[in-house]
């Protein structure tokens, strides 16, 4: 079957740095995306990985490894804002996406 | 350009009552889908169209749940009885790119509209 898995919760210090990681085994792969969920709202985009390697956009980055199905979501200097549910999603071969159940990331000041 | 508008944001319902949900994509957006989330879950896709044809429904609980596209633009969902574990949140989201031409296809959300069965 295919999966997505994720940290069910985080904490982290506002000021500070959080990587937050996710591991899939799906069907083909045709990319990897990260949306932020704030509580009660929709998921925006953040990023969006189909190589190898880091992306980065401003506080926020992303990283792949296809071989070790690995992606991370790095967020700097966090700020309490940054407060939301990360959801990391797979595009597997019929590019159909899988969702994982979302990291809930809790900023502390 | 605006975004993807749903109605209604909050709907309450008694069990075995029938609600209807609306979207309408950002246009010129040829794909259209509607998830349901759970609290504390993930999205979950239940349909997926492509202009007005229906690319995946594998998901849908078709007993109960039904959804059309009519002229390839705005999109109902209905749910018909409900039961206790329909309470959730519907999404509705679109994309510009059509299925399996490529990879990089964003979606964009809608802010949804939570259903709670009684």
């Given at each position: ?109 | ?12 319902i008694e069990k075995r009552q029938s609600v209807a949900f ?12 509607w998830y349901q989330?759970i ?5 979950k896709l239940l349909i997926q169209f492509?202009?007005?044809?229906v690319?995946d429904d594998s998901q849908l609980p078709k007993d109960r749940f039904s959804a059309e ?6 999109s109902t969902l209905k749910i018909q009885p409900a039961k206790l574990e329909d309470s959730a949140?519907y ?24 259903l709670?069965v009684?």
């Amino acid at each position: 079957g295919q999966n997505i898995d994720q940290p069910t919760e985080m904490t982290a210090t506002e000021g500070a740095i959080v990587q937050i990681n996710c591991t899939y085994q799906t069907s083909g792969f045709n990319g990897l995306f990260w949306y932020q969920q704030h509580a009660g709202e929709a998921p925006t985009f953040l990023s969006y990985n189909v190589l190898d390697g880091l992306e980065e956009k401003g506080r926020f980055s992303s990283f792949l490894s296809r071989s070790k199905g690995y992606s991370y979501l790095l967020l700097k200097e966090l700020q309490m804002k940054d407060s939301a549910s990360y959801l990391c999603a797979v595009m597997d071969s019929n590019y159909q996406l899988i969702w994982g159940a979302g990291t809930k990331l809790i900023i502390k000041p | 350009e605006a975004g993807v508008a749903q109605s209604p944001r909050y709907k309450i319902i008694e069990k075995r009552q029938s609600v209807a949900f609306w979207c309408n994509p950002i246009s010129g957006h040829a794909t259209l889908y509607w998830y349901q989330q759970i609290l504390g879950q993930g999205p979950k896709l239940l349909i997926q169209f492509q202009n007005n044809g229906v690319v995946d429904d594998s998901q849908l609980p078709k007993d109960r749940f039904s959804a059309e596209r009519l002229k390839g633009v705005d999109s109902t969902l209905k749910i018909q009885p409900a039961k206790l574990e329909d309470s959730a949140v519907y999404l509705c989201a679109s994309s510009l790119a059509l299925t399996g031409s490529s990879g990089a296809n964003v979606l964009t959300f809608g802010a949804g509209s939570r259903l709670t069965v009684l």
